[in-house]
């Protein structure tokens, strides 16, 4: 079985402070994983994904296979990146079936 | 383009009750995902749904079954509604073959069940 482990609910930070949101991943093949983020009153949609090794809105995550993590980081946290982030997993052979963490609200203050 | 879009935005039923919501995929996309979202929990996958079979089911009861229609739209029922079914339903369309990265995610149907 295939899970996702957020173990923060809320991260609160200063804006111009570091921010690192943790995932962590329990799947035995070679996972896809993602970052899904909800800003408010605006939809789900995807931030960015291991395999394109991107960094979106100064956002960056290196899966990290032999800690199983996902982490999400970013040098300086801006007021705008207050919202909701989900890490993700898709397994091989799963389709498009993802499996979502719980969540990280993201809570950056002036 | 509207993107993905649900009906309806909220509704209130009762215990033992049999809910449909609706899901209009994004234009060009033909593939239909369900998600449900408890409060404070991440969205749980339901079933997916390609050329009007349901191709993928997560962990839910047979009380949850789907539909989707030749214009590539589709419908989430329940039948028998538990207070435990009370939660946030997201439709994700995507083109087949993208994998993950073509998912468009809709604004969801809040269900609440009393």
């Known amino acids: 079985a295939q899970r996702v482990t957020q173990p923060e609910k809320l991260l609160s930070v200063f804006k111009g402070a570091p921010v690192e949101l943790k995932c962590n991943y329990s799947?035995?093949?070679?996972?896809?994983l993602f970052w899904y983020v909800q800003y408010s009153r605006q939809r789900l949609q995807l931030l960015l994904r291991h395999i394109s090794r991107e960094s979106i809105k100064g956002f960056t995550a290196d899966l990290n296979k032999g800690e199983t993590s996902f982490h999400l980081k970013k040098p300086f946290a801006q007021e705008e990146d207050s919202a909701m982030y989900y890490c993700a997993l898709s397994s091989n052979n799963a389709g498009n079936m993802l499996t979502f963490g719980g969540g990280t609200r993201l809570m950056v203050k002036p | 383009d509207a993107g993905v879009t649900q009906s309806p935005t909220h509704l209130i039923k009762t215990r033992g009750q049999q809910v449909t919501l609706r899901c209009s995929p994004k234009?060009?996309?033909?593939?239909v995902s369900w998600y449900q979202q408890a409060l404070g929990q991440g969205p749980q996958f339901i079933f997916q749904y390609y050329e009007e079979e349901e191709r993928q089911r997560g962990n839910f009861p047979d009380r949850f079954s789907g539909h989707q229609f030749p214009n590539y739209s589709s419908e989430l029922n329940v039948n028998a509604l538990l207070l435990g079914d009370s939660a946030l339903y997201l439709c994700a369309s995507s083109p087949l073959g993208t994998g993950n990265y073509g998912y468009t995610f809709g604004s969801g149907t809040r269900l609440t069940v009393v």
């Open positions: 234009s060009g996309h033909d593939t």
């Open positions: 799947y035995s093949g070679s996972p896809e």
